[in-house]
């Protein structure tokens, strides 16, 4: 096994709980609550999840966009969250992000083909003469006219400024994309385009990806390796073939069973969860998944399942397993 | 099975300064008693119009029902005045919207939002109106009732809003439920909940669905019958598993094609090139003509009408005009 | 536009590319500015004023600040348009003259207050923290005083400190823009708050830009719009407040001619009711320049304000 490109190690990231006329803490939101994940060079590794799962968290904490609570963050061996200001700036053009939303993660203001060369300049990765090349290269090869360097981005539709906002990435040469959602704003037909473009990219350039995503199927496209969270903890991390020919952890079945197949009266086994996804805030005791588990038994309500190996690159957070 | 909803030759049109956008273009469909029709297409088709104009509420600042006839149980919808269509409204015809938090008060407690229809059109005491809401609220999955009811909506979240919802719409016992988007705004194992107490109520109660999404998964899980727009026009129309066993038009194929599918896994991915065109750049052709594979000169000059084209199955598309000369 | 039209500009195919496409935001806003009938109206009323005011006293004979006895008080004729005030000076130029100065006063204290404000403002957004607090609870305690009452005390306090005629009109500048900027600051402030937290910002965090290009190529472009537009609204406030002052006698004082002490000069009862002719043209003025400014100024919100989606 090659040495892993990021090591995320025991990482917790709580936002706080502030309220009263003095602005006190009264608790925190364990956004992300004790999370390890280690990605390989050239993999995508998929992060699942249902809205509060905080997977958008382990996504902007992956790559100190926020600050962390706990835990470490390695990237090719070398500690994020201890590296100087100056230092993380440079280390920058490695480490990429890609929103979800197309419209507001590019400035209005701002025209493509700048937006796409500035951080060039402003690294030193090319000079004056060449930053025009550059961003013409990169605009094909992310499927956009070399007419559109001069534009803005109010005139570009939701798929091609998702282009744009790859572009803007893909030119500074990163060893890793963090991938927040990025096809769930866009239409089927377009998300194709995109989720074709993230994988031709990843032949060429040999990207390695965080894709952050709640759709399954596109996970099961495009991830070589899948993670599924749950209320800021992890349930489970397998290999694809693993993880969608057979689940272990009861929320992963339930998931994998609650997508929409389109094919017209296919008999299924289907897991119908109980009840709402509990609030963050206050998420219940012992196994997170308890009280919507169709399988719980006593001892899950009291004891937190430890994340462990259960052999291959299989792990599991479940008494059951 | 009797024709619930007509809609013929549906025109509504919107007013920008830049030009007229035809947002619904001569759009036709039925929906018969107890079965589920899906609108199905992308953003800015007309699928949410559609539904809009039927309820009565295209119709804006900006927007216009400028043709047609939507005939609703013998009724033309078009015609009614302002006071036939409120007692409709909510009574025969239910909607549930893609957002729920936005389409409840945040000022009044859920229970009292189910009992509003109740009083104002079964003409229920209040006393009796209260307890048939908590029993609604019951029927649709909540545990607890007597307490959610007197939450408000910022008190739950959005999967418990969308059932509250869908509480108040059958309140009435509809004939018609319009569900615009109902669960895209949902996680989906909270989709999954939503979309089986749907296919209940509409076994147990005769009722008649019209479903608009973007999503094919849902579109096989829940229609009879399906619809696809495009840019305002139904290009494709016919019952769920003969059009996605057999579609016709190249952009169903294209859609049912694009979507990665659980268990079922392609190298790389079929993806319909360019966008949706512009409503306001559109000429006399085939609105698809410059994304199809199969563009032909007649597609860009001129526009197919809708055929048959198969046991209830109809297609606008210049490919099949022949093949249905000879029928 | 309207939400039903999702996949507007259709860059890629050839219908679409037309050289008219290729507009910044600027010229959109410009365009549709264009397109606003009252607005327009507004602007080329102010433009008008602003003109009349600076170029007129150039062709009038009337310009020396002379008392013409014999001339006192006359009606509109064919030699003084608006007639002669007590000291036989020609209205219609005493007005023009007015205008330069109350329109000086009033673009001035707008630039100096729009100036403090967005500073501050824009600081306390930005950093945050102790900075934040101190910037913002400053503002709130002259946000607290009424600031007419505030501008009579300053006003009285000027009149007892003996200032030279010639300087109040500087010191009614300042004073103005010393009541204003807490407006100002706290929505700049709000503004500030809420671009940094929009996904560009932090996008330009992920591609390493310094701070200073974040702050002056990301962040402040995106703060212009909104201050183009407090600061032509602001225009019109600043005009009211120093004819108000001025009216009081506390503002800019006589010789010396404003909209305001002109009014303040017809102020008793034979001037009200038979001299219409001294008290009519300054306080139509006033009253064409203000709503003209906010006429304007309501355009430019609707075409460059952010907050208002198209």
Known sequence: MSEPLLDIRRLKKYFPIKSGLLNRTVGQVKAVDDISITIRPGETFGLVGESGSGKSTVGRTAIRLTDKTEGEVAFKGVDLYALPPQELRKLRPKLQLIFQDPYSSLNPRVRVGDAIGEALLEHGLASKDEVRDRVLDVLSLCGLSSYHIDRFPHEFSGGQRQRIGIARALVLNPELIVADEPVSALDVSIQAQIINLFRRLQETNGLTYLFISHDLSVVEHLCSRVGVMYLGSMAETASRDDLFREPLHPYTKALLSAVPIPIPKLKRERIVLKGDIPNPANPPSGCKFHTRCPFAVARCAEERPEFRHVGGERYVACHLV | ?327 | MSAISGGLPAADTPIARKESVRTSLWALALRRLLQNKLAMAGGIVVALMFAICFIGPLFSPYTDNKIHMALMNKPPNWKHWLGTDALGRDVLTRVMQAGRISLTVGLASMVLSVFLGSLLGAIAGYYRGIADQIIMRIGDLLLTVPSLPLLFILGALLSEWKVPPEDRMYIVMLLLSFVNWPGIARMVRGEVLSLREREFMQAATVLGLSARRKLFRHLLPNLVPLLIVIASLNIGGAVLSESVLSFFGLGVMPPTPTWGNMIDAANNLIDFQQRPWLWIPPGFCIFATVIAVNLFGDGLRDVLDPKQKR
């Open chain 2, 1 to 327: 099975m009797r024709d619930l909803l007509t809609i013929e030759n549906l025109r509504t049109h919107f007013f920008a300064p830049e030009g007229t956008i035809k947002a619904v273009d001569g759009v036709s469909l039925r929906v018969r008693e107890g079965e589920t029709v899906c609108i199905v297409g992308e953003s800015g088709c007309g699928k949410s119009i559609t539904a809009l104009s039927v309820m009565g509420l295209a119709a804006g600042s900006s927007g216009k029902v400028v043709g047609g006839r939507i005939e609703f149980d013998g009724r033309n919808l078009l015609e009614l005045d302002k006071n036939e269509l409120r007692t409709l409204r909510g009574h025969e015809i239910a909607m549930i919207f893609q957002e729920p938090m936005s389409s409840l008060n945040p000022v009044l407690p859920v229970g009292e939002q189910i009992m509003e229809p109740l009083i104002e059109h079964l003409k229920l005491g209040k006393k009796a109106a209260r307890a048939r809401a908590i029993e609604l609220i019951a029927q649709v999955g909540i545990a607890r009732p007597e307490q959610i009811a007197n939450a408000y909506p910022h008190e739950l979240s959005g999967g418990m809003l969308q059932r509250i919802m869908i509480a108040a719409a059958i309140s009435c016992s509809p004939k018609l439920l319009i569900a615009d988007e109902p669960t895209t705004a949902l996680d989906v194992t909270i989709q999954a909940q939503i979309l089986d107490m749907l296919r209940r109520f509409k076994a147990e109660s005769n009722m008649s669905i019209l479903l608009i999404t973007h999503d094919l998964g849902v579109v096989a899980e829940m229609a009879d019958y399906v619809v696809v727009m495009y840019a305002g026009k139904v290009v494709e129309e016919g019952e769920v598993t003969e059009l996605f066993s057999h579609p016709k038009h190249p952009y169903t194929k294209g859609l049912l094609r694009s979507k990665p599918i659980l268990n079922h896994r392609q190298d790389e991915l079929y993806a319909i090139p360019g966008q949706v065109p512009n409503p306001l750049e559109l000429t006399v052709s085939c609105y698809f003509h410059d994304r199809c594979g199969q563009c032909m000169d007649v597609c860009r000059s001129r526009e197919p009408r809708l055929r048959e084209a198969g046991e209830r199955h109809r297609v606008a598309c210049w490919l099949y005009e022949e093949a249905v000369a000879y029928v």
